[in-house]
Nanobody
Framework: QVQLVESGGGLVQPGDSLRLSCAAS????????IGWFRQAPGKEREGVSC????????YYADSVKGRFTISRDNAKNTVYLQMNSLQPEDTAVYYC?????????????????????WGQGTQVTVSS
């Protein structure tokens, strides 16, 4: 059974850091692009970051560029999202997605298809 599990979210103050993890089971992430999305209440889902499977090229939304870093540990079958200098506007549920239909892009960051896999999400709240 294919499963993606996000973890690492929490309540932090502005300027703090968090590292989110997306751990896969049931399939190997090595060759797939992995994307991170976030969705805040009342807002559309936003592509935040993406990492390609082969060359490991990384992509970021303008809103997080310079603050967030995506990386992957193929040995652990896990992708990470290091989030620094968090701001209240980063508050959202963060999801990872993986599968043969996930692709990284310069403009829209990440796209996916209905057959791709999603985790259950992890809540990130940035508040003073």
């Amino acid at each position: 059974q294919v499963q993606l599990v996000e973890s690492g979210g929490g309540l932090v103050q502005p300027g703090d850091s968090l590292r989110l993890s997306c751990a896969a089971s049931g399939f190997t992430l090595d060759y797939y692009a992995i994307g991170w999305f976030r969705q805040a209440p009342g807002k559309e889902r936003e592509g935040v970051s993406c990492i390609m499977g082969s060359a490991g090229s990384t992509y970021y939304a303008d809103s997080v560029k310079g603050r967030f870093t995506i990386s992957r540990d193929n040995a652990k079958n896990t992708v990470y999202l290091q989030m620094n200098s968090l701001q209240p506007e980063d508050t959202a549920v963060y999801y990872c997605t993986a599968g043969s239909g996930v692709w990284c892009h310069t403009k829209v960051v990440v796209t996916y298809t209905p057959s791709d896999y999603w985790g259950q999400g992890t809540q990130v709240t940035v508040s003073s």
